[in-house]
Every structure is written in structure tokens, then in C-alpha cells.
């Protein structure tokens, strides 16, 4: 166990570990960036130590200096990062002060480290053996042919299947959960004492992640090895971890053992980043967002760094910098434990009630029948048709006024590309589209304009979506110019000013460019500009995956708002179920290009009739103080098979515990689980009855 | 700062309005090229130019044509010619200055009209995409095939010596390699999502390209075309080395170069003046283009 034990009214940074022999201890560690004149320290005075086969999460949200603290430790800071002070010794050796050429044996041999994105992780022109053979003849020195050997075994103890025949084979050729076992595989080529896994599964699926961290907390254990995990993830931190530090702009605010952090979280920030997660159970209540974003690391801070976005904060967190205070095994930097502050009740502070949003069915505004979008394979000099990608294969939907709509499913089932679809951003194979009764597919452009005022799109990423030469007046104007809404130039820009006063930017904000904003206004910049043309539906993909937690919470509670406001009906295209949970009114399950499993949000994600429904539900990190590390009642192997070639009879099959003969040849019909609950499997039956999700 | 959409503003506001406003894309790049030394004196070293090619007849110290069979190859700092004289003792310092008149116009015309083409080619291919960007870009393809020395003289030598041909040709050199770069950057813009969002709100396809397409575009074709410019100034004076370009009595560096080449031997400080010239202007020119492909690189 972490011991966070320490004395209140400690010195400066005081977390004093009084264990025996922590294999990681890190005292004090500062890092300063300097550019330009301005001095940036995204690592303030952090301390905290891990003893050998324990976990410990550095939680929070993206700009606190979590990575930056990860490859300080490793000493692989970046050219203008210097590391101003503190102390980091690892079993006993001070790593700062190691000659670079002993360093390079620690990293890769007794510190291996993770990454959060496999795809650039990996050298795409070396097979993934060279890769690791590198690493064990660098840090083992093994000869050509023991290296081989080994590396063919830690393949093999990643779970990798073929690994003999797959040493060979370049990172393309794996896919993107496969990549990250490889990349652990390198890691723990070296025997490392030390893990480093900086947000390993953040881009990854959630049966995917689901596979990676089992996979991760099982070396450890076999291993013996020293976690450090970096997440912006309750949910994984609560899976893995033994302790937890939760860090803002560049300190950590609390350590504790998990149990106890999940029990009773004590900073006021670490109580923001529970109530900011949307689920089921908030459902028509707002989400509790803290206001505001990590302030800039430039200045000098004389208080709480939380003080600004603190709803509890008082007159002492604006002027003096809370020293840490023991509370039962936990250890806090908050004035609220301070024996000297005047005590005061802490509530979790539940959020505002919404009205009820229009529960009616009502009418389908739009209405998908048997779409279909293949997407041709060329080959040869004469590009003749090889294949069909059949991204979507027979998908039908119905979305009412004022409804959501939730799509859910792995990337690479074909749910963007419905999105698209119902746009006409992507021509249909076959199928057809309506918008109030009318079919749009094969429309012409301006025979389109109709449904192209009613129906407007939100995308994934708010980098790319917007223009980067236009200023935001100009991007938000453009669907009312072409569209022909709102009237003359000055009615134009009344209306552009009153969305960016209504979506919590301020009017003057219209002369800006885009870069100028951080990725959760400019969402909310999307989001004015799909508005612009006064749309019914708005087709939202994957909205939020892009924007840290508490943002994330600030950009729900507005679309509930406005949805409530304007009667808006939601497509949303998303794999986080705890934002469907929270927001959806139906849910649609897509596998491999056609729906699975459909129906009340409440039936589909309480009672799924469908396995790779619960499979995909089981896979979510559960956050509760009491859970445990074993595996999920249905977890699934492997990844998703390839649209190209879809396996015979149900898609599901290779990947599903309860696969018998039948369902290796014949497709599965859909049949009704009643309340419009419909759902293809052949065990649909006994799925629901004796299967049921295990909560 | 851009006052036209300003005055549109109604009266009061518009002054508290003009502050919030972020400057403009050109203005943020001509901010950081006035930052960027190196920028600054290619800047300067062409503006000198310009200035001496459009006022050379003022500016020129004695008659650039005016021959002279007893001072012929006089040497650097000679009485009353400060930079020598050429083979047939016209005074070198004028010509050099006259001479910066057709070697610029032969440098920035072709890939002028190179740039206006070729973007259009490029555009058009790109953004249409399919068939339409298979025919045009295999079609410049076959353009492209050829070494642009060898079919820079090719053509010139088929459409017969002169500066108007020798424009027509550079210009046919240079199209090509605009337009791969203008289709390239044009394929990459088309799959933005601000694209598809533009066509999800029912913009007309002259409109999305005019405001998404070259916005991001231009840039980018604009940066490698200035640097195209060094290369057209060589390329005309081989041309004119190889008497397809100028003819002589006309200065002009590469033309000057190749009638001195055989005092190599006698002055080569004065043979190797039009060299130095050439490289002076070219590398000013591809070290602006650097300067304004760095300055161009917006954060996002």
C-alpha cells in the first residue's frame, strides 16, 4: 500500500513517506519551461512515492502537468524544460543526478514506459520483432537469436496470437488495440522495475481498453512491478490503481489510498471531477461542471490555484497556498480541513433540476429505411472492383421531434458514416432517408435545401471542423448566407451575436479566429453555427471525446439546454455509454454496419438482450469504491473483424461467448423484447433471462 | 486593420468592437516577417532591386550601350567605370543596373502567370476530384516527365529565340509543378470537416471553394512559387546563355554572363559580376520564401 501517511502542519510540500523502502520516490519535483521570457512551470512541487507492486494513478485533467511529471522521472523532458528542483530516486539512486549514459540504461531497462497513442508510438518502417529485438539487445544483451526467442515470449505474454508469425509483420498491419500490447511488450523488454503508463487506453475502444488494462494489471501482479498511471479516467483510475494523486495546475492536491478516495473524495476538485461525469443516474439533472478551465502556469500563484473555480472558496484560499492536511489515510491541500478556518459543512452540491423535456413520440422528423453506404475497393491498373467496404448494411432509425437519439458502437462499425448518410454527405447505396415523409436520397443540391435548413451536424474534432482563415462571425454566418435564413446582414449579425452570448461566449468574441480558443469553446463554436439556421435535428459524432471531463459536463448541460429550449432533436453518434446513459432517450447498438440491438434507452442499457451490448456495457470501468480488479461476466476478445469481409451468418459470432452453430451460418432476425425493445441474436432469450448484467 | 467591414458597424459600438477584433491572417504574418531579420533583408535587398530595375534609365551612371573599342575589359575600379567594363567596353555597373530590369521580369512573370494557371489546374483537380483529377493530373504528369532545363530549351528552341517565347516556355515549366502542389494541398483541405460542414449547410461548390478552399490553399502554393522565382531567373538566363532568350544589345545577367565568359581568363572579377547578381536575387527570394513558410505556420 502507498503510504501517504504525514503529519499535519508539515513543512512547505511536506508528504513524508515513513515506508520502509518506496521504490519511486519522488520529493518536491519542480519543472520549468521557459520561453520567450515567460517562465511556465507545469510541475510545481510535487511529492509521492510507489513502493514495488503497487499502482498509483495521477489523475487529472489535461494541462495539470501529469505527463510533464512522467517524463521528468524519466528525464526526458523536452529542449526548453528544465527541471528546476526536487528530488526523484528510484531504489535508492538519485535519477537527476545519474550521468546521461547511465540514464539511458534506466529508461527502457528499469523504467519502461507506455504511451497514450500507439498508432505514432511505434516506427511504422521496422516489423514490431526489430522493435522489441532493439530493446532486448540494447538492455538485456542478448544475441540475435535469444532476443528472437524472447521477444517471440513477451508477444506471446501480451496476448498477441500468431506471435511467432506476427514478429514479423510491420505496425500497420495490427490494429490499434494490438499496437498498445506491443507497445507494453517494448516496455517490459527491459525487465523494468517501473512502469510508466501515460492515458494508455484514452484512444483506445472500451472493449478494447477494457482488454489492455486487464492485461496491464496482470503483468504487474506477475511481475512485481511499480505502476505509474497517468488518466484523466475515474473510471480506469478506480479499475487499476492501489493509490491515487489527484493533480491541478501542477500540484497535486490529494493523495490517498483508493478505497478511501472513492468513498469520500476531499478536495473540491476531485469532488467537481466526480459530479461531471454523466450518468444514468443524473439523468434530467444538470451536470455539476466546474466553471472555467486550469488557469494559465505562467504567474505566480498566492492562494488556492483552485480558488477561482471553487464554489467553497473563501477569503484565506485567495490569499495563502493551503498546506497539506491528514484526513484519516488521506492527505489534502485544501483550507476547508484546516483546523484554523472556520469549519463548514461539505455537501456534494447536487445539480438543478431540469423540466422534463417532451416525452412524446411524436412524429419521425427523420427516418432511415435499409440504408446501405458500400464503399468500392480498387485494384489494378484498370481500378476494377474488388470489394465492397460495407460500412453501413442495412440500417434503419426513426427520430422524433424533440428526442436522442443515441448511436452507440466501436470505432469502425459505420456509425459516423450513418451520420453522414442522413446529411446526404455520403451517397447511400442503397436505402433511403426522410426528412418528414420526403425521401432526400439522390436529391439535388438545391432540391436538398429543405432538409439542409432542418438537419445540421456537429462533429468529432473541434480542431478540424472549423475554418481556420475565417474569423468566428464569418463560420457561424455561413449556413444563414447559403441557406438564405435570418434575413440581411445586420439581422445576420444580431442573430450571430445573440448564439455566441447564448452559448457562453461574449458577442466581440465574432472577430476572433479559431485557434484563439480552447477545444471546448470552439465545440461550442459548432455548435452556434449548426444553430445559425434554427435547425430540428442536429447530428452530433462524437461530440465530447475530444474534451476533458469537466468541459465535457459544460458542453452536455448547454445541448440540454438548448435542447430543451428549442425542441432540438439529438442523433448522437458516441461510444461512451455514460454519456448515453445520461442524455439518450433511445439507443440504437451498431455492429459492423447494421444495428444489433434498439430501443428505450432505460430497456437497452438496463436489461441488453443482445451479448455485445453487455459486452460493451461490462467493459466500462466501473467507479465505485468497492471494485475490484476481476474480470467482467462477458468480456470480449479480440478486435473487430474487418467490414471488407464481415464474418458468415451473425457478425458477432467470433467474438461472443454464447456462439453455437446456428449463428455461425444464419443471420439473426430481429425480434421484440416488447416496449420496443428489438434486438438480432439468436440467444436473445436466453441472454436476457439468465445473463443479465451483473448490477 | 481591415476598415471596410468595420465602417458596416453601427457607430458606437464600432470602436469598442475594432479592439476585441484579432488581426487578420496576412496581418499576422507580415507582423512576424517585420520580426524575422532574415526576412527583413532579403526584403530590403529586393526592394533595391525593384527600385533600380523601374528607375535603371535614371539611375545609370553613363550609357550602357555606349561601346568603346580602347577600354574594352577594364578592371574593377577603373577610372570612371567602378565595376569595369565588358568585352566591348560598355560600362558594367549600368548594365548590371539596366540588366536587373529584364532578368526580375523574366524571373516573376512566368511564375506569375505560372502561379494564376497552375492554381486554377490544381484547384479544380483537386476539389473535383475522381475522373476529373485522374485526367488533368496524368496529363501534367506527362509535362512533368521531362527535366525542366531540357524542356524549358526544347521549347524554346521550337518556338524560335525571343523573350516573349522564352516567357511562353518558363511559363509551361512551371504550370505542371504548380498544380501537383496546389492539388495536393487541395486534397487535404477537401476532407476537412469544415468542409463537409459547409456542404451540410447547403453552400454552393464555387462558394466553398472560394471561401474554405483557397483560404487555406493559397498559402501554401504561394510560399513554393516565390521560391520558383529563383529558379525561373536561372532558368532565363541559361536561356539566354544559350541565346534563346534576350538578345543582345539588351543587358541582361544571364546574356552578360555568357558574352564574358571568354574574358574568364583576362578580368574574371568583372566576368563573374552577372553571377554574383543572379545569386544575390535568387537567394533573397528563396530565403523570403522560407521566412514566409515559417510565418504562414499557424498554430491551431
New interface residues.
Given amino acids: 500500500m502507498i503510504d501517504t501517511v504525514l503529519e499535519a502542519g508539515d513543512t512547505e510540500d511536506g508528504v513524508r513517506p515513513v515506508s520502509a523502502g518506496p521504490l519511486l520516490r519522488v520529493e518536491g519535483l519542480k519543472v520549468v519551461i521557459r520561453s520567450g521570457g515567460r517562465a511556465v512551470r507545469p510541475v510545481d512541487g510535487v511529492s509521492f512515492s510507489i513502493a514495488a507492486g503497487e499502482t498509483f494513478a495521477l489523475l487529472g485533467e489535461s494541462g495539470c502537468g501529469k505527463s510533464m511529471t512522467a517524463l521528468a522521472i524519466n528525464r526526458l523532458l523536452p529542449d526548453a524544460a528544465v527541471i528546476e528542483g526536487g528530488e526523484v530516486s528510484l531504489g535508492g539512486d538519485d535519477i537527476l543526478r545519474l550521468p546521461e549514459t547511465r540514464m539511458r540504461s534506466v529508461r527502457g531497462g528499469r523504467v519502461g514506459m507506455v504511451f497514450q497513442e500507439p498508432a505514432t508510438s511505434l516506427n511504422p518502417v521496422m516489423t514490431v520483432g526489430a522493435q522489441i529485438c532493439e530493446a532486448l539487445q540494447l538492455h538485456r544483451k542478448l544475441g540475435a537469436a535469444a532476443a528472437r526467442a524472447e521477444a517471440r515470449l513477451l508477444l506471446e505474454s501480451v496476448g498477441i496470437p500468431g506471435a511467432d508469425s506476427r514478429l514479423d509483420d510491420y505496425p500497420f498491419q495490427f490494429s490499434g488495440g494490438m499496437k498498445q500490447r506491443v507497445m507494453i511488450a517494448m516496455a517490459l523488454a527491459g525487465r523494468p522495475e517501473l512502469l510508466i503508463a501515460d492515458e494508455p487506453t484514452t484512444a483506445l475502444d472500451v472493449t478494447i481498453q477494457a482488454q489492455v488494462l486487464d492485461l496491464l494489471a496482470g503483468l504487474q501482479a506477475e511481475r512485481g512491478m511499480a505502476m505509474l498511471l497517468i488518466t484523466h479516467d475515474l473510471g480506469v483510475v478506480a479499475r487499476m490503481a492501489h493509490g491515487v494523486g489527484v493533480m491541478y495546475a501542477g500540484e497535486l492536491v490529494e493523495t490517498g489510498p483508493r478505497q478511501a478516495f472513492f468513498q469520500t473524495p476531499l478536495h473540491p476538485y476531485a469532488r467537481k471531477l466526480f459530479a461531471a461525469l454523466p450518468d444514468g443516474a443524473r439523468r434530467g439533472s444538470m451536470l455539476d461542471a466546474p466553471v472555467g478551465s486550469v488557469p494559465a502556469l505562467d504567474q505566480a500563484f498566492t492562494g488556492c490555484r483552485f480558488a477561482e473555480r471553487c464554489a467553497q472558496a473563501f477569503d484565506r484560499c485567495d490569499d495563502e497556498s493551503p498546506r497539506w492536511q491528514q484526513v484519516g489515510s488521506q492527505a489534502v491541500r485544501c483550507h476547508l480541513y484546516d483546523a484554523d478556518s472556520v469549519p463548514r459543512p461539505l455537501h456534494r452540491t447536487s445539480g438543478a433540476a431540469f423540466g422534463q423535456a417532451d416525452a412524446s413520440a411524436g412524429t419521425p422528423l427523420i427516418e432511415v429505411r435499409d440504408l446501405a453506404v458500400h464503399f468500392p475497393v480498387r485494384k489494378g491498373v484498370l481500378r476494377r472492383v474488388v470489394g465492397q467496404v460495407r460500412a453501413v448494411d442495412g440500417v434503419s432509425l426513426r427520430l422524433g421531434a424533440g428526442r436522442t437519439l443515441a448511436l452507440v458502437g466501436e470505432s469502425g462499425c459505420g456509425k459516423t458514416t450513418v451520420g453522414k448518410a442522413i446529411l446526404q454527405l455520403n451517397a447511400a447505396s442503397a436505402g433511403a432517408v426522410f426528412y418528414k415523409g420526403e425521401n432526400q436520397t439522390g436529391l439535388t443540391r438545391e432540391a436538398l435545401m429543405p432538409m439542409r435548413r432542418a438537419v445540421q451536424m456537429v462533429f468529432q474534432d473541434p480542431f478540424a471542423s472549423l475554418n481556420p482563415r475565417l474569423r468566428v462571425g464569418e463560420i457561424i454566418e455561413e449556413g444563414m448566407v447559403s441557406l438564405g435564413v435570418a434575413g440581411d446582414g445586420p439581422s445576420r449579425r444580431r442573430t450571430v451575436d445573440a448564439l455566441l452570448e447564448r452559448i457562453g461566449l461574449s458577442a466581440s468574441m465574432r472577430w476572433r479566429y479559431p485557434h484563439e480558443f480552447s477545444g471546448g469553446q470552439r465545440q461550442r463554436i459548432a455548435i452556434a453555427r449548426a444553430l445559425a439556421v434554427s435547425p430540428d435535428v442536429i447530428v452530433c459524432d462524437e461530440p465530447t471525446s475530444a474534451l476533458d471531463v469537466s468541459v465535457q459536463a459544460q458542453l452536455l448541460n448547454l445541448m440540454r439546454e438548448l435542447q430543451r429550449e428549442r425542441g432540438l432533436a439529438y442523433l448522437f453518434i458516441t461510444h461512451n455509454l455514460a454519456v448515453v446513459e445520461y442524455l439518450a432517450d433511445e439507443v440504437a447498438v451498431m455492429y459492423l454496419g447494421r444495428i444489433v440491438e434498439h430501443g428505450p434507452a432505460a430497456r437497452v442499457l438496463g436489461a441488453p438482450a443482445h451479448p455485445y451490448t453487455r459486452a460493451l456495457l461490462d467493459a466500462v470501468p466501473k467507479i465505485s469504491a468497492g471494485s475490484s480488479d476481476s474480470l467482467p461476466a462477458l468480456a470480449v476478445a479480440s478486435d473487430l473483424p474487418s467490414p471488407l469481409d464481415p464474418p458468415a451468418g451473425c457478425h458477432f459470432h467470433p467474438r461472443c461467448g454464447l456462439a453455437s452453430d446456428i449463428c455461425r451460418v444464419s443471420y439473426p432476425a430481429e425480434r421484440s423484447m416488447g416496449g420496443g425493445h428489438r434486438v438480432r441474436c439468436h440467444w436473445a432469450d436466453a441472454s436476457a433471462r439468465g445473463l443479465r448484467r451483473p448490477d | 486593420m481591415n476598415t471596410n467591414v468595420s465602417l ?1 458597424l453601427p457607430a458606437p459600438t464600432a470602436k ?2 475594432a479592439i ?3 488581426p487578420g ?1 496576412w496581418s499576422g504574418v507580415i507582423a512576424k516577417l517585420m520580426r524575422d531579420p532574415v526576412a527583413l533583408g532579403a526584403c530590403a535587398v529586393l526592394f533595391a532591386l525593384i527600385l533600380i530595375a523601374v528607375f535603371a534609365h535614371q539611375l545609370v551612371p553613363s550609357d550602357p550601350y555606349q561601346t568603346s573599342m580602347i577600354k574594352r575589359l577594364k578592371p574593377i575600379g577603373f577610372d570612371g567605370f567602378p565595376l569595369g567594363t565588358d568585352e566591348l567596353g560598355r560600362d558594367m555597373l549600368s548594365r548590371l543596373m539596366l540588366g536587373t530590369r529584364l532578368s526580375l521580369f523574366m524571373g516573376i512573370t512566368p511564375v506569375l502567370i505560372a502561379f494564376v494557371i497552375g492554381s486554377g489546374i490544381g484547384i479544380l483537380a483537386g476539389y473535383a476530384g475522381g475522373l476529373i483529377n485522374t485526367l488533368i493530373m496524368r496529363t501534367i504528369d506527362i509535362l512533368y516527365a521531362f527535366p525542366s532545363v531540357l524542356l524549358a530549351i526544347a521549347l524554346s528552341g521550337a518556338l524560335g529565340a525571343g523573350i516573349g517565347n522564352a516567357l511562353l516556355s518558363l511559363t509551361i515549366v512551371f504550370i505542371p509543378q504548380i498544380a501537383r502542389v496546389a492539388e495536393s494541398v487541395t486534397t487535404q483541405v477537401r476532407g ?3 468542409v ?9 461548390p464555387f ?1 466553398i471553394v472560394r ?2 478552399v483557397l ?2 490553399v493559397l498559402g501554401p502554393i504561394f510560399v513554393f512559387a516565390t521560391s520558383l522565382i529563383a529558379v525561373s531567373m536561372i532558368l532565363a538566363s541559361g536561356l539566354s546563355f544559350l541565346g534563346l532568350g534576350v538578345r543582345p544589345p539588351e543587358p541582361e545577367w544571364g546574356l552578360m554572363l555568357n558574352t564574358l565568359r571568354t574574358a574568364i581568363y583576362t578580368q574574371p572579377w568583372v566576368a563573374a559580376l552577372p553571377g554574383v547578381m543572379i545569386f544575390i536575387t535568387s537567394i533573397s527570394f528563396n530565403l523570403l520564401s522560407d521566412s514566409l513558410r515559417s510565418a504562414m505556420d ?3
Fill in positions: 458596416t469598442v468592437e476585441e477584433r484579432s491572417f476537412r470537416d469544415y463537409e460542414a459547409a456542404r451540410a449547410s447547403g453552400a454552393r462558394t471561401v474554405h483560404g487555406n499557424v498554430k491551431s
